[in-house]
């Protein structure tokens, strides 16, 4: 069971969350928990951690610091009550917090934060909340110890920010894990794990689901739970669309898909381990607890819809490679992609016109300059005649395997934007079938996800 950032905000939801977990294990589960920073803490730390390298204040270090000492104190304190616990908590939490007062620190003075400190301080968020959410399990009379992803095996590569667990963590995790499990409830810190060396790492933002995930595979888990503030994965986020339905079940294809394709409801990578050994995973709401959520399975038996969810991803850029001397050249587009590629971006969306005189990719944001500049490295002799870009878009996507095959769902999707005057910039379904995208003004994304929601009927699902 994970618990993300908004589930275990203060020291009444933590409460909530103990209680919970207190239930389901004395309804003979065994269970092992992973906690989330408590909301906004790894957002703080992170932007703290950036005007430390800027402007290097320690004074302002100083102000941070003795606001998240406040915060977490108050959460243990308002969690647990004052009892033998509290006090060992509290002595965890002070050393954790002065080692990021140090951190900090250096950081002011050095004036430098590289990928391998931003981790090494975003990942204090969720071991600061594992101490608390155990201490307060064993204050209810249930064993409990928590864990750092590393302690528990979680050994990834070095890729900062966005790393990937080695395949030997699975045997790791369940050694580890297995003999606690009887009598204890273990609390792991989610989001992290270690290199090789034994060096912090962080699985992407968001990472608690994958760590939950990793290890429910590891214990071949019955079930992997995702307690979250929404009911469910929903047909659209409900921030834009109020109308948006939690979905009863669906593929894992399907909740991949909406991932990749910017639902922020999911880790990207949270279903893949559960597909190891075939593990249903469910989305539930912490303050709903008898709404069943959605579940997220190997196949769906039934299936209503052809189209599930629509799903938009913000902070991209539309990179355009044109050129009259690309018409039958061989080999541009092959170039582009290397040149990419060694310059380590991720290309989100691809399209090429018959006429060759023009090849567009979507990148993210922060991956644009080292896009820009490796393409007019490339190409510094020729061939191409422009190389521009657009940060000002948003690509917009629906989702559904029995899309697949059936004929008039892209017909339905243009025309409804057409009527609706949102003009589409680029277009590319992959061959899948799972889903068609699509890149429109930033500005319209809004009304691009409302007008395909009510075209596709969602708000009745
Ligand atoms: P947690 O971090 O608590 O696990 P998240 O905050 O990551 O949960 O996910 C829930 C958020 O995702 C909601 O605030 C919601 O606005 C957003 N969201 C975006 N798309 C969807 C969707 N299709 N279904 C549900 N929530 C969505
Ligand atoms: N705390 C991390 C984040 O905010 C990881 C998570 O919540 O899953 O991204
Ligand atoms: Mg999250």
Redesign the pocket.
Known sequence: MKF??TSVADGKKLRHVAELVKSYHENGNQIVVVT??LGGV??AILEEAHEASKEGKVSRVKEFIADLTKQHHAATHESVGDNASTEDIIAELDARIEEIEKALTGICYLGELTFRSIDYLSSY??RMAAPILSGLIRSLGIESSHFTGGEIGIITDNNFGSAHPLESSYEKIKKHLSPLLPGTIPVVA??IGEDENGIITTLG?????FTASIIGASLNADEIWLWKEVPGIMTTDPKLVPEARPLKVISYIEAMEMSFFGAKVLHPKAIEPAIRHDIPVRVKNTFEPEYPGTLVVKEQKTVQNVVKAVTVIDKVALVNISGAGMVGTIGVAARVFSALADADVNIIMISQGSSEANLSVVVNDDHLKQAVKALKQEFRNGVVGEIDHDVHISVVAIVGVGMAGTPGVAGKVFDALGINKVNVIMISQGSSQHNISFVVKEGDATKAVQVLHKVFSLEKL
């Open positions: 993300g950032g989330s920073a790894t957002d968020g969720e989610g989001f933002r968001g990472g608690s689901d």
